[in-house]
């Protein structure tokens, strides 16, 4: 690492602790040649991940996104913001675990879908209702129709 104060490269850590979001490592250094301190950050560089839209195009993954559209069709619903986080989080991490550099939105729906589906099925009948744009109701009765006999199914 390059010293600030008199452009040597040779430094030593001198104490290393996580950042109080523990997303990256600060270090404090100091120069060999000069004998000044230093703080470094350290941090995982990612990946940048595109998300594929319905209509071709491309944008940066936003996590953000997918919490405001499962927040909302939770609305009023006994899911803890715990159990939120959790199904954004396992999105987010098979999103990046992937190792692919883009993934569509139809992906990153359906594993929200099964994840409310599991959870609170008035949310996932919310989250599919918009997500499948459900235009009329014989649409959407064949969704909780099919909702029911897997419901069904299961208990035999």
Do not use: W
Not at 21 to 42: K, V
Not at 66 to 76: D, E, F, N, Q, Y
Not at 96 to 114: F, L
């Amino acid at each position: 690492m390059k010293c600030q104060f008199c452009n040597s490269e040779d430094s030593r850590v001198v104490d290393s602790r996580p950042t109080d979001d523990g997303a990256s490592i600060r270090r404090r250094r100091e120069c060999i040649s000069c004998g000044r301190r230093f703080t470094t950050y350290e941090k995982v560089e990612t990946v940048q991940l595109l998300v594929i839209k319905k209509d071709q195009t491309r944008e940066l993954f936003d996590s953000g996104k997918i919490r405001a559209g499962i927040i909302h069709a939770c609305h009023k619903r006994p899911v803890a913001a715990k159990e939120i986080d959790q199904i954004v989080t396992s999105v987010e991490q098979f999103a990046y675990n992937s190792m692919q550099q883009e993934i569509t939105t139809q992906q990153i729906g359906e594993m929200v879908m099964e994840a409310l589906r599991k959870l609170d099925e008035v949310a996932y009948i919310r989250f599919a209702s918009v997500y499948r744009q459900f235009t009329d109701i014989p649409t959407f009765m064949y969704e909780l129709k099919r909702l029911m006999n897997e419901d069904k199914q299961a208990e035999l």
